[in-house]
């Protein structure tokens, strides 16, 4: 009788994911970036952060989804609601104002991470995307059917896979 698959043996949730994600990717002919998290380039933990930056956090979970094509609007919201006032544009406005950073060392809980262009969708393809990055390696973001939080990793390879990802404070703005 054969032993069965130990749990330390079974993949991880989050690589199986990247994994599944790099295979869509290929199908269609895209590349995948993978996030270089290596020594002395690994994002922010949520326990390290400062009290504004947690309430940021908090601000972000009790938020409520926009509907459908609404990341940018969702992310001002949040912003707003916290208090840094309300900012207008879309997730490639955002990019193009707030984000400048790409090493993962420098990613701050509470930061914007943006792509201008990615192939989720059609509108995605014209304004981009836009998320909250809330620690742990987690980003929160507005998409089809809510409020979200996903892997970074997995965030960075699905809509990096035509534009360099970014990170920011919005408005500039830092909390940390």
């Avoid at 079974?10 to 020594?39: C, K, N, Q």
């Avoid at 006032?85 to 406005?93: F, H, Q, S, V, Y």
Wanted: glycine share 12%; net charge neutral; aromatic share 8%.
């Amino acid at each position: 009788m054969a032993d069965s698959p130990r749990a330390e043996d079974a993949p991880d949730p989050e690589t199986e994911r990247l994994r599944r994600l790099e295979v869509l990717l290929a199908r269609r002919g895209l590349p995948m970036r993978r996030l270089a998290t290596g020594r002395g380039h690994v994002p922010e933990e949520l326990a390290s952060a400062s009290r504004d930056q947690r309430s940021l956090v908090v601000h972000a979970k009790g938020f409520p989804w926009p509907g459908p094509n609404g990341c940018a609007a969702w992310v001002e919201g949040v912003f707003q609601w916290f208090g840094l006032g309300l900012e207008r544009g879309d997730a490639r406005a955002l990019y193009e104002r707030h984000c400048t950073l790409t090493d993962p060392g420098d990613l701050r809980v509470g930061m914007i991470v943006a792509v201008p262009r990615c192939p989720a969708s059609p509108q995605a393809a014209r304004h981009g995307h836009v998320g909250i990055y809330v620690g742990d390696g987690m980003v929160m973001d507005s998409a089809d059917h809510g409020v979200r939080t996903v892997p970074l990793a997995l965030w960075y390879g699905a809509y990096g896979a035509w534009e360099q990802p970014r990170w920011g404070w919005m408005r500039g703005v830092a909390l940390a």
